[in-house]
């Protein structure tokens, strides 16, 4: 945690920092003292550096003294077959992390249908404030749920892609590699385990998407994730 | 597993793979029949696309059809601030995966020392072998450990770092990028939770480190990894 996000507006100048799972933290990871400084974050606004007024067990009261700039997005929408419930909690808080704009997760073959009834998509809003909290970004970024492909793909996907805003989909058998993608605008999609198949893959590029190859090497959804993102941002 | 890895290179041209885990990995997801094609390689050794000719709990059978490219390492050596044991695992597998020379596990001021003590350090040579079974790869990279930070940057890294293979140190509070590091020989970087003191990111400059930023963004480590290699790689 680098940043304590409150989720929601405080209303005095003294701030109350009550939630279990972040006091917890604070009081486990930085030994918190009266006048010590702690970055603190108003979900979807401004972060601030505060001073500790106040330490107990039930609450820590800061006030803020200096207004921090708020780390900028990529401009990225990230689309992901979805993953095994296990995977999704470190997938979307290193989506956050790393700071996607919109986090888009899909059907596709080899997503195991039982994966849409996890419980752990109930809790995609507290991975979202870890991801937030781990980068020291109070900004959420827009997430999208699709069960079925080729209405996402046909419908959804060709309406998003445009020549400003182009889409590339992660590929083990394309020669085309990555490169020339800097700084630009994009959907990003990343297969699941196993990949798309080549009916998706088809689909994909008729409705305007480019493959490209990551090597290869073989790498896991989450592994993938943030090293698409490394090479896309260098 | 999207390779069998054999641990000895087999004696006849059937070769056999009995691993209970390789086993279970096979059953639960595979389904193989005879007939089936199968990537395996042998530990240090070449990899083959394989036909499998018999398959019962106990054993699958199968004989090389032809020899595979092994992917290329990429030419780093990564040297990484010991995690948590619970990180561990994923990164090493992570770091082989995406086919990283060398490992170096460091010490560092803020790495607990209770971490040395983990009996997950004994089993670094089977997350190596998960690493090249996801990436498909067969060469295992040197793994090595140094329990004490100063020495090692003294006496090690400033040794490593040269003009041909410079040093590099991930830190969130400098200006300079790391663009331009395409595809060289480079020694590279990454602290604990919570980064290298001042005194290392000195002592790590002094002898021979640059440090470069990673952006406004805090990752955790096992995410940096990956980002930092796909930047690099780009």
Same sequence: chains 1, 2.
């Avoid at 198949?197 to 592994?223: A, H, M, V, W």
């Amino acid at each position: 945690m680098n940043l304590v996000l409150l989720a929601q507006p405080p209303e005095s100048d003294v701030w109350a920092i009550r939630e279990p799972r972040q006091l917890q933290h604070l009081q486990q990871h930085l030994d918190l003292k009266v006048g010590d400084q702690l970055k603190v974050g108003i979900r979807e606004g401004k972060r601030y550096l505060t001073e500790v007024l106040a330490v107990s067990a039930e609450q820590v009261l800061v006030k803020p003294v200096q207004e921090l700039a708020i780390p900028e997005k990529l401009p990225v929408t990230l689309i992901v077959a979805l993953p095994r419930p296990k995977v999704l909690r470190r997938l979307v808080m290193d989506s956050v992390t790393l700071g996607v704009e919109k986090l888009v997760l899909i059907h596709s073959y080899r997503v195991d249908k039982s994966y849409w009834q996890t419980p752990f998509l109930q809790q995609l809003d507290d991975y979202v404030t870890l991801g937030l909290e781990q980068a020291g970004d109070t900004i959420v970024p827009k997430i999208e749920l699709y069960r079925r492909f080729k209405p996402f793909v046909e419908d959804v996907l060709s309406e998003w892609t445009t020549a400003e805003c182009p889409s590339f989909v992660a590929h083990p058998y394309v020669e085309q590699g990555i490169s020339g993608l800097q700084a630009t605008h994009c959907q990003l999609l990343i297969g699941p385990e196993g990949g798309f198949i080549p009916y998706e893959i088809d689909l994909l590029e008729k409705n305007g998407c480019q493959s490209f190859s990551l090597g290869n090497r073989i790498l896991r959804t989450e592994t993938a994730v943030s090293y698409i993102l490394g090479r896309l941002t260098a």
